[in-house]
């Protein structure tokens, strides 16, 4: 059912039963709609620290200064250039799939999501590993747009406001790709 109409939707591929539901992925709280949208924004900015800081290194000439990290102890004085912004943003993106996952598999356990069969005789291992497999299904389908616009829908302004956001931070990626290709070819 369409969330908006409270009515069947429409399948895409002439097959009944086949879609599936954005209002199904997200927990009925308004706390698992923020967590998504908060960490879409945390994503798209980690991107945008990736981008800006490679910039700021090509326009700065940063970017020989990792030929200068030979050991571990040289590693925080070569973090302390414009490299700082990008060591952020991968950071970043590297603990936002766990914080993702993480999320993913509190709503699994939280709304008792599982896999079912007929004469169900799988082990406890079994059903665990099932749910650590759904709950990685969840974390893919909570990143869609359909999962977003849900989301959006159900925390109102907040909602909004967290979009807007999100959407300013790919413009400003977008500005920040612009801003490398410049650097490269002023150099």
């Known amino acids: 059912m369409t969330a908006s109409e409270g009515r069947p939707a429409a399948p ?10 954005a209002v199904g992925a997200l927990a009925p ?9 908060v960490l879409r924004c945390l994503r798209t900015a980690s991107i945008l620290l990736v981008v800006a800081g490679v910039a700021v290194a090509v ?9 200068e990290v030979t050991s571990p102890d040289t590693v925080l004085p070569a ?25 993913a598999a ?9 896999l079912t069969r007929r004469h169900d005789a799988r082990s406890t291992w079994s059903r665990l590993s099932d ?38 931070l790919r413009w400003l990626t977008a500005l920040a790709v612009v801003g490398v290709v410049v650097a490269v070819a002023r150099r």
Do not use: K
Not at 79 to 103: E, H, K, S
């Open 106 to 114: 509190a709503f699994v356990l939280h709304d008792r999501r599982h």
């Open 29 to 37: 709280e308004s706390w698992d709609a923020t967590a998504v949208l």
């Open 131 to 168: 749910r650590a497999r759904l709950a990685g299904a969840y974390r893919a389908l909570r990143w869609t747009n359909a999962v977003r616009d849900e989301a959006v829908d159900r925390l109102g302004r907040r909602g909004q406001h967290l979009d807007v956001a999100a959407t300013a």
């Open 12 to 21: 895409r591929d002439g097959v009944p039963g086949r879609e599936v539901d």
């Open 59 to 67: 326009a700065t000439g940063s970017e020989d200064r990792m030929d």
């Open 79 to 103: 973090l302390a250039t414009p490299l700082a912004v990008l060591a952020v943003g991968v950071v970043l993106r590297v603990l936002i799939a766990p914080l993702a996952y993480a999320l």
